[in-house]
């Protein structure tokens, strides 16, 4: 047991690139924990949109509102959608992320309202239960599967690691820069990097890669303005094979529910 390591934050991104939500306790589902990443934008071809090339949507806010997500930005008039949509009054439509590819629902409210917002033509996709996206077999079980994140179920950073970071920048940063699932508290700076099965909750996780960063950690969570930092300074002391790392990308094994305090253990 990793002594007094406990879960102190747990967040959500219904909507991929746009505002987390931070929740007491969650369920973690087939794909990650509940309603994480269900809905994505998407351009004409239906490859994934977010804030590398739409900054604003760093003004995207989301909250949950009873069955329903609550999405706000200024300038604009709020939208509600469904959590949970059923298919009826949404489009069958084709998604990609990176490499993988599927089918998916388009919202045709939520479309209007984010190609309004952003200028451009936009559809806001719904993944539904029958779609089922595989994460990468190299480092997953068969069985495994993912939402619209950029690879796997669940991102794990330690307060500990961005404590570290934040005493090397002349100006330290908040978590919401690096957008993890998941927050532990009372280690060691970068101790994840050294996971291999985890267990919190009632859940059993496998630590399956190290998260390399990109240029989104770069862009302030608040006004979407671009600096240099975070990765100008991991680049010193967390670069390895040409890329900066930073959290650690977990497989759950099964379902369950994470709750903030629950301990930690390496099994």
């Known amino acids: 047991m990793m002594r ?55 003004q995207v806010k989301l909250a949950f509102a009873g069955p329903d997500l609550l999405v706000t930005a200024p300038g604009a008039s709020p939208l509600t959608l469904s959590r949970a949509p059923d298919s009826a009054g949404l489009e069958p439509a084709l998604y990609s992320v990176w490499e993988s590819s599927g089918r998916a629902l388009r919202d045709p409210e939520g479309s209007r309202w984010f190609s309004e917002l952003l200028n451009d033509d936009v559809s806001l996709l719904y993944m539904p239960d029958s779609e089922q996206r595989a994460v990468n077999p190299k480092r997953a079980r068969p069985s495994d599967i993912v939402s619209f994140a950029d690879g796997y179920p669940l991102l794990l950073i330690s307060e500990e690691s961005l404590r570290d970071l934040n005493c090397r920048l002349e100006h330290g940063l908040e978590m919401a820069r690096f957008r993890p699932n998941l927050v532990i508290a009372g280690g060691t700076p970068y101790q994840e990097d050294t996971f291999g099965e985890v267990r919190f909750g009632t859940v059993s996780c496998r630590a399956v890669k190290r998260c390399d960063r990109c240029v989104m950690t770069t862009l302030d969570p608040e006004t979407g303005e671009a600096g240099k930092e975070p990765l100008r300074t991991l680049a010193r002391y967390r670069q390895e094979d040409g890329r900066v790392w930073f959290g650690m990308n977990l497989v759950h094994d099964g379902p369950g529910a994470v709750r903030i305090g629950d301990e930690v253990y390496l099994q």
Not at 5 to 13: F, Q, W
Request: glycine share 10%; proline share 2%.
């Open 4 to 58: 007094r390591v406990r879960i102190s934050g747990i967040y959500v991104y219904p909507i991929k690139s746009c505002g987390g939500v931070s929740l007491a306790q969650s369920d973690v589902v087939e794909r990650g924990l509940a309603f994480d990443r269900r809905y994505m934008l998407a351009d004409r071809t239906g490859r994934f949109v977010t804030q590398r090339e739409k900054r604003r949507l760093c």
